[in-house]
Nanobody
Framework: VQLVESGGESVQAGGSLRLSCSYSGSTFNNQFMAWFRQPVGKEREGVAA????????YYRSSVKGRFTISKDQEKNTLYLQLSSLKPVDTAMYSCAAKCAMVSGRPTGACTYWGQGTQVTVS
């Protein structure tokens, strides 16, 4: 199983990006997939998650209305659309699969992880 992120880059505040997570070795049907981020010197935090069996989603409060998680099953790709970006969104963004959820939030206890893609907002 492999997850590979792409799409991270440096953008100005207010800009948009779309992160992609291409995966192989599993379809991750009926599981939770998620995006996490980790700013330099801070702990990793769950940004968004999606249940691939029904499409229900979770968003961190600070990104609600700005970020959108989606999945293209035919392309085996997980997306995170980032809009109205702020400097506080600067972080390494990683996708993960087969994630445990507690109270509707991704815990970070995921079986599979990508290597991450850097988003820098100035």
């Amino acid at each position: 199983v492999q997850l590979v992120e792409s799409g991270g880059e440096s953008v100005q505040a207010g800009g948009s990006l779309r992160l992609s997570c291409s995966y192989s070795g599993s379809t991750f049907n009926n599981q939770f997939m998620a995006w996490f981020r980790q700013p330099v010197g801070k702990e990793r935090e769950g940004v968004a998650a999606i249940y691939t069996g029904g499409g229900s989603t979770y968003y961190r409060s600070s990104v609600k209305g700005r970020f959108t998680i989606s999945k293209d099953q035919e392309k085996n790709t997980l997306y995170l659309q980032l809009s109205s970006l702020k400097p506080v969104d600067t972080a390494m963004y990683s996708c993960a699969a087969k994630c445990a959820m507690v109270s509707g939030r991704p815990t970070g206890a995921c079986t599979y992880w990508g290597q991450g893609t850097q988003v820098t907002v100035s």
